[in-house]
């Protein structure tokens, strides 16, 4: 079978943004984030052959999974570290002091976020990081719509749950 490299093109420009989105949001950096989508999809065009379409969201749930695959080959050859030089250039018209409670609330979220199972923050990242939907979210974990509902509900009391703590 031969790729289409056109068709395979128009695949990257339609699913791109939002594999980048999930990969920045697993990162919290935006250049890794655009090297670990273009591998992503380089696996993606070289297991595409083996791939047999049956639906727009399964294909959707199969770019996913590489793109998980990825992020997670990538912390197992390097070390977790925390990119602060992300924060300080975020909008130069906000004061030094606003970017630092900026980087603060970030790294609360992100120590939270490790109190969650793993199906929990994979369920809270689709939703808020990425934007998909319940039903979207459903196809690519294999679970119904209602179990979606709850498992981002449960992740969300317990996010609420351990900030409260922190804070308290």
């Known amino acids: 079978m031969r790729l289409d490299r056109e068709a395979f093109g128009e695949l990257y420009r339609l ?30 065009m070289d297991a595409i052959a083996r791939y047999e379409h049956r639906s727009t969201g399964e294909f959707t749930a199969w770019l996913y999974r590489i793109a998980k695959n990825v992020v997670v080959d990538h912390w197992r050859a390097a070390r977790d570290t925390v990119p602060l030089e992300e924060g300080l250039l975020a909008n130069p018209s906000d004061t030094l002091d606003s970017q630092f409670d900026a980087i603060s609330r970030r790294e609360e979220l992100r120590k ?12 809270i990242t689709y939703r808020f990081a990425v934007g998909l939907s319940h039903a979207e979210i459903g196809r690519l974990m294999g679970r119904n719509e209602p179990a979606v509902r709850a498992l981002q509900f449960r992740a969300i009391a317990a996010l609420r749950n351990v900030l409260q703590g922190d804070s308290a």
Not at 21 to 37: G, K, N, P, S, W
Not at 112 to 123: F, G
């Open 15 to 44: 699913f791109a943004p939002k594999i980048q989105r999930f990969i920045a949001y697993q990162t919290h950096d935006r250049v890794l984030a655009e090297d670990l989508t273009n591998q992503t999809f380089i696996r993606a």
């Open 112 to 123: 939270a976020m490790r109190h969650l199972t793993d199906d929990q923050r994979e369920v």
